[in-house]
């Protein structure tokens, strides 16, 4: 299902409509890119905003596609690494100022990809939660993520999260960084519509080369370090002890074993 692009004034608010928590499989990454494809075409001076629907932004990985996938060759996960990475680098590089309305939950995949866009504002209802939960269910977090996001929260932020597993509330996101504003639910896209129009409407080339210095650093070190450590990911992904913690996990999820 192809994802909603709605202008508003100068603002393309993009709402991710994948499934109904916008669990991230390859019909996601396929929405994504077409969303994108279509900002280019029709929307390409536009700033972006990107949201959810209901009470989520975006569960994180399917796991239900990808368990059974790590439970395959290293090789199928390493062409489906290349596909996942595409998606968040191209959000992350996308020229035009980006503004994650996080509506909802973000965990996992769903967190990273509201910390690559470059603001975040999220909705402050207590029952909203965030984390970054791959490293203690046997997912080894990709080098180039952690690159994004230390770029996004700054290294002590990057490390605690994406190490420790922790599940944080909106305040608790807030005071670490994560997300930089904290609105009613009922604010949020208004709010995140006039953060993505304060850049002038004739800045948005100056916005874009200054985007690029920003992550400059980040962008190298994702070349020369983190895309050579990736290529240990497959590996690490599909090792026994992971497939044993994928399998442990999904029964704790699920309420019943794997089937992989």
Not at 22 to 40: K, P
Not at 61 to 79: I, N, R, S, Y
Not at 109 to 124: E, H, K, M, Q
Not at 157 to 166: D, N, P
Request: net charge negative; proline share 6%.
């Amino acid at each position: 299902m192809s994802w909603m692009i709605e202008r508003r004034g100068r603002v393309a608010v993009v709402t991710m409509t994948t499934n109904p928590v916008n669990a991230q499989n390859r019909a996601f990454f396929a929405d994504l890119h077409e969303a994108f494809d279509r900002l280019e075409h029709d929307h390409a001076q536009s700033p972006v905003v990107l949201t959810g629907t209901g009470a989520r932004f975006s569960a994180g990985l399917d796991l239900g596609e990808h368990f059974p996938l790590f439970a395959g060759a290293p090789a199928a996960v390493a062409t489906w690494f290349q596909d996942y990475r595409a998606t968040n680098m191209r959000l992350f590089t996308y020229p035009r100022p980006t503004v994650a309305a996080v509506n909802g939950h973000a965990f996992a995949g769903g967190l990273i990809t509201a910390a690559v866009c470059d603001y975040r504002v999220a909705v402050a209802d207590g029952s909203a939660r965030f984390g970054l939960n791959e490293v203690p269910i046997g997912i080894p977090m990709p080098a180039v993520y952690v690159r994004m996001l230390a770029h996004a929260w700054g290294d002590p932020v990057a490390a605690r999260t994406c190490l420790r597993g922790e599940i944080f509330t909106p305040d608790q996101a807030h005071a670490l960084g994560m997300v930089h504003e904290l609105v009613p639910a009922e604010d949020l896209l208004e709010r995140a519509i006039a953060v993505a129009e304060q850049t002038p409407e004739d800045c948005v080339e100056q916005y874009a080369f200054t985007k690029r210095a920003c992550q400059a650093a980040a962008l190298r070190d994702i070349a020369e370090l983190a895309d050579p450590l990736d290529t240990e990911l497959p590996t690490g992904m599909t090792s026994d002890q992971a497939r044993h913690a994928h399998r442990r996990y999904w029964q704790q999820l699920k309420g019943r074993p794997a089937e992989w």
